[in-house]
Structure formats: structure tokens, C-alpha cells
């Protein structure tokens, strides 16, 4: 049995990577949280980049950002400063991630400083496996902690029944699994943090 800590609830990000039109990235990330939310060690915050898009244009340099930029960043940046861990939700786009997602990484840093990342992907053949090997050292140049368990939904069209619930009960074990690695990550790395800053 999963129980709360002392410090309370570790705050999870779910990050939703896909802005595509008639994108399935939100059953699967309501799949996860009610995992998530099950817990009493955690605390899901769904970011869809659909409903909080960024700026594509990055300002110069030591340069102020374009105007109205602060707002946009504000529906996100906040919320991810504040997690003491993430999932990231992704498709396959070209054996690679979206590139939605690519901009909300780019747009952080701090945020992301010795915090673990955990993965669920989907996709054809490969799951969307390819993206989440992209994924990976894009994080570490940020200094985040990726874990090594992930979900992946292979041909996924036909992996989830109308309750918006996979049909492989399979799929629920390995949610439990990689939740299971974020939170001692997640855990391990705030505490340590407490003891003695990370510095980048």
C-alpha cells in the first residue's frame, strides 16, 4: 500500500505532448491519472499543450521576450516549477516527439533541475518507443533524472475499450511499476535537495 509521506503528496506533472487535432493523448493521460490519483503518495496536475499553448518565437539572447509571452508562459511555467515530478505523454511523430513538446521543454530549464521524468507513449509498431529514446538525453541536458520503466501502447487504436480503460490489464502493472520508480526518485531527489542545494 502506497501512503503519504510527512511532506505530503509528491506533485506530478502529466504533461500532454500531442496539439494534434483529434490527438489521443488525453484518454491516455486520464488513464494515468486515475493511477496517479489512486495513490496516496501523489498528486497529479494534467498540462495539456493544447490548452496552454507557448510561443514558438524565443526572444534573443539577454533580450526580453516578445510581448504577451509572460501570460502564455504563465498558464505552465508555475506548474512545473512547483512539480516534484513528471510524465510526459507522447506519439510518435517521425521517429522522433512532437515538436509542441519540444518547445514547452525549451522553454523551461530550472524547472526541470533533478527532477525525475517518467514516460507513456503510444504509437504504431513501435509504441512510440523511438520518441521516448529521443526524449531521454534532451532531459538530461537539463539536468532531469529519466526513469527506466515506461508504458507503451503499441497499434493503439485497438488497446483501449470505450471506458477509456486499456484492455491488457497488463498496461495497469506497468503503470504501477513506473510510478512506483518516479516516486522513489522523486522522493530520493527532494529530500536530498533539502540537504544540500542542486547546483547546475
Do not use: C
Not at 176 to 181: A, H, I, N, P, V
Request: proline fraction near 8%; hydrophobic fraction near 40%; avoid cysteine.
Amino acid at each position: 500500500m502506497h501512503g503519504e509521506t510527512n511532506d505530503g503528496p509528491l506533485q506530478v506533472a502529466v504533461i500532454v505532448g500531442s496539439t494534434r487535432d483529434g490527438r489521443f493523448g488525453p484518454v491516455v493521460a486520464d488513464w494515468l491519472l486515475g493511477h496517479l490519483n489512486a495513490r496516496g503518495d501523489m498528486k497529479g496536475d494534467l498540462v495539456d499543450l493544447a490548452e496552454t499553448p507557448l510561443p514558438t518565437v524565443f526572444p534573443a539572447f539577454g533580450r526580453p521576450a516578445p510581448e504577451g509571452t509572460g501570460e502564455l508562459l504563465a498558464a505552465v511555467s508555475p506548474r512545473l516549477e512547483a512539480a516534484d515530478a513528471f510524465v510526459i505523454v507522447t506519439p510518435e511523430y517521425n521517429h522522433s516527439f512532437p515538436a509542441a513538446l519540444k518547445n514547452a521543454i525549451d522553454w523551461h530549464n530550472q524547472q526541470w533541475h533533478a527532477k525525475p521524468v517518467g514516460f507513456v507513449s503510444y504509437g504504431g509498431l513501435s509504441g512510440g518507443l523511438r520518441a521516448v529514446e529521443q526524449l531521454r538525453p534532451v532531459l538530461a541536458e537539463l539536468h532531469a533524472v529519466t526513469v527506466r520503466n515506461t508504458v507503451s501502447f503499441h497499434s493503439y487504436g485497438d488497446k483501449f475499450g470505450a471506458d477509456g480503460k486499456p484492455t491488457d490489464p497488463a498496461a495497469d502493472t506497468a503503470a504501477t511499476s513506473l510510478l512506483d520508480q518516479l516516486a522513489w526518485w522523486a522522493h530520493a531527489l527532494r529530500d536530498a535537495k533539502r540537504v544540500r542545494p542542486y547546483a547546475a
